[in-house]
Every structure is written in C-alpha cells, then in structure tokens.
Nanobody, 123 residues
Framework: QVQLVESGGGLEQPGGSLRLSCAASGLTFSVYAMAWFRQAPGKEREFVAAIKWSGGDTNYADSVKGRFTISRDNAKNTVSLQMNALKPEDTAVYYC????????????????WGQGTQVTVSS
C-alpha cells in the first residue's frame, strides 16, 4: 500500500518560514520524481515544485521561485519543501505527490498523493 504522509503545516506570519515534509512508504521511492502541489479554497490545484528521482534537478512555479526550495533524501524516503518569505497567497492545503517526471506540472501526471497539510499565512 503506497502512502505519502505530509507534515509541518501550520500558521505562520507573512515573511516567515515553514518547512513541510513528506514521508513515503510502499513504493520504490528513488525511481519517482516528487512534487508539491497546493490548493486554496475555491481554486484549482496548482503546481508548486518538483524534483528529479535522483535529486539535483528541480522545477518551480514562478510564484514561488526564489522563495521555496524542494529537496529529497532517498535514504530516508522523504521529500521536503522549505518555504521562506511567506505571503498570504501561499495559504493553501499542500500535497505531496509521486510521478513519472520532474518536468510535469499537471496533477494527472502524478500517480500517488498524500492527504495534504494546511498552511495558513496570516498576521
């Protein structure tokens, strides 16, 4: 049974930082590209960032480029999202996903999903 479990969400002030983590089990983690998506109320799920199966190569949405950093630790079957300089518009449920390629930005390109973790950015 494949499971992706996100953690680290919460309430943060604008300009603050938060680090999300995703722990994977039930799959050969190191062969999958990993990604983060987010969905705000009333909006479609949008791509945030992705990382190649081996790490190194990354792909970021323009809205988070320079502020967020995706990383992975294949030895621990985890992927993380470091979020800096947070803005109110970053408020959303953040989802971890596993898929075929790090250049894919659509939700249908990812086979496995976590349940999400809430991030709220507000003063």
């Amino acid at each position: 049974q494949v499971q992706l479990v996100e953690s680290g969400g919460g309430l943060e002030q604008p300009g603050g930082s938060l680090r999300l983590s995703c722990a994977a089990s039930g799959l050969t983690f190191s062969v999958y590209a990993m990604a983060w998506f987010r969905q705000a109320p009333g909006k479609e799920r949008e791509f945030v960032a992705a990382i190649k199966w081996s790490g190194g190569d990354t792909n970021y949405a323009d809205s988070v480029k320079g502020r967020f950093t995706i990383s992975r630790d294949n030895a621990k079957n985890t992927v993380s999202l470091q979020m800096n300089a947070l803005k109110p518009e970053d408020t959303a449920v953040y989802y971890c996903a596993a898929g075929a390629g790090w250049l894919i930005r659509i939700w249908a390109g990812y086979a496995y999903w976590g349940q999400g973790t809430q991030v709220t950015v507000s003063s």
